[in-house]
Structure formats: C-alpha cells, structure tokens
C-alpha cells in the first residue's frame, strides 16, 4: 500500500467522525466538546471518592502495618451511624439545656460531629450572606473613598486560616485575651472559654464570619454590577419605591450569583478544620473532618476514617442537589 493511499484512508477515518458530528445538535456538540473536562473530573475527584468508598468497606486493622483488614461490607457505616464505633478520643454526649444555645455538644462522635458540621454551616452562611449582601449593596453605590472601603473589607479574607486562628485563640485566651473578659462582663463565656465546647463553637463561628463575609460581599457585588442600571431609572420614573425596586428588581436578577456564592461558602464551611485546629482543638469542636483526623491519627482507624469522610461527601452533595435545584428556579429554567 502506497504512503499516499494510507494518507487518504487516515484523512477519511478523520473526517468522518467530523462530518457526523457537523450533523449533531448544538446540545451534543457541546457535550462531546465536554468529554476531555469530563473525563479529568473523573480522574481527579470521582476515582478518589470512588477509592475512599472501597475503603470504607475494609475492616480496621489497628495492630496490623497494614492499615486495612478483610472485607466486611457496611459495618463501619452501621458501627457509626449506631455508636458502637470507639475512638480514643471520646466526647461527651449532646443533650439539651435550659440555657443558650440550649444544647451541650458531645459525642455520640458522628452524631456530635455532624450536628457541630450543620449547626455551623447553617449558621456561618445565613450570617456571611446576610451581612455580604449589606455589604454589597453599600459598595454598589457611588461614593468618595469607595475603593478603600472595598480594599479594607477586603484584608480579613486575604489572612491565613492559621494567622486567623492564633489571632481569636490570643484573643480569647484567659491569660492574655481581652476578649474573655469583655464576653463575661456580657455574661456569656465562661472562665476558660477555650475549654468550653459551647463557647469555642461560638468562637470559632465568630472568627468564621468576620473573615469569609468578604468573599460573598466580593461575590455578590459581582451580581450586582452585572445588572442593567436602566431597570432601575425606569422604575423610579414610574413611581417604585425603594424597597420595591430591591424586592422587584435587584433581588431576583442577583438572586443566581447569591446561589452560587452561598453553594461555595456551604461547601467550605462543611470542609471546615483549619479554623477549629488552629483555634480550640478538635477535641472541644468536633466537625467532620475533625472525625476524620482523629480517626486516623490518635486511633489508626483508616477503614472508619474512610467511611466518615464518604459520608462527609455524601452530605455535602445534598446540598449541592439542593443549591442546583434552587439555583434552577431562579433562572427560570430547566437542569
């Protein structure tokens, strides 16, 4: 066979590939032009999910070098979701209180890790977005020194998370801090709030709030900008009031940027160690990933380190599902 015939056979196995694609929809263009992202994302996110829930389906094997024993399928998930499962570090149990915040965390330790997750996530978010969006709509207006307004709200984010938690560490500790006896004159911490489960939570969320309120103020004023600023002038030429102008006009059109920054921030908070470490412990403010250290590092348990960690995954795609589906009725359109 000729150089030039297998040239021509090369160019028409090329081409017709081409041609069938010319004759696809712009959906399907689009998603074969998609395939190389996809398959990337398989590589680095799904084949490790995938390795971590295999894993999980081992036995421990604490005395073994080996870190994982035989297989025995969903027990690690029965041992946690049941609270057989034993750490070295224990915690103690949650139970409610005639006080605030009306519950004294603890173990159960996924149970405690979970509700010390949520109870942050939930609450760090509603107060960054409410706050960021203040923020925002106050950087949206014309006025002097704007820029340095922007730069100065700016500089907690641009902190690290170990600066940021030696700073509220410092400042809360009994022997040096401020801050301790200014919340006691307050009648809120205790002698040692560091210690303190209930007040180390509300530590940590503090510390959360004043660095990442930043971001979705950042976040949200990009959704802001992009809207038509004549929406606005023709509204009030017909008679709106502020609030209907916000309620009508900015809310819904800075509604889809809103969901995405309040999807990121969810994702980060339900991730959240750094700050915990660097500030009171893990072992006062159990999260998730918190479990996760623990178990494999005071316990050698990597088969239950494992299987937290996929549930971990597990919650944190439900909000996403969740976030993707509000996000899907702000738009107006279908996912």
Known sequence: MSTDTRADEGGSLLARPLNWLETQSEEVYAYVLLIPAFALLALVAFYP??????????????????????????????DLLTGDTNFTQQFISISTTDSFPFVTFG?????????????????????ETTIGFGQALVLDQDFYGRRWVRVSIIIPWAIPIVIQGMIFFLLFNPTIGFGTEFMQWLGVFGDNPLSSSTDSFLIVLVADIWKTTAFMALLILAGLQSIDRGLYDVAEVSGASPWQRFRYITLPLVAPALLVAMLFRTMDAMRIYGLID??????????????????????????????????????????????????????????
């Open 49 to 78: 999910l995938i390795e971590t829930f295999r894993f999980s389906l081992l036995a421990d094997a604490v005395a073994s070098a080996d870190p994982f024993g035989e297989f025995i399928g969903l027990d690690n998930y029965v």
């Open 278 to 335: 660097a500030t009171a412990g893990c072992e006062t403010v159990p999260s998730l990933t918190c479990l996760v250290i623990i178990a494999l590092q005071n316990s050698r348990r990597w088969a239950t380190a494992s299987a937290v960690a996929f549930l971990t995954a597990v919650v944190i795609s439900g909000f996403v599902v969740l976030y993707l589906l509000a996000l899907r009725d702000s738009e107006g359109g279908v996912a």
């Open 107 to 127: 173990a159960p330790f996924l149970q405690q890790a979970l509700f010390v997750t949520l109870a942050f996530a939930i609450v760090s978010v509603l107060f």
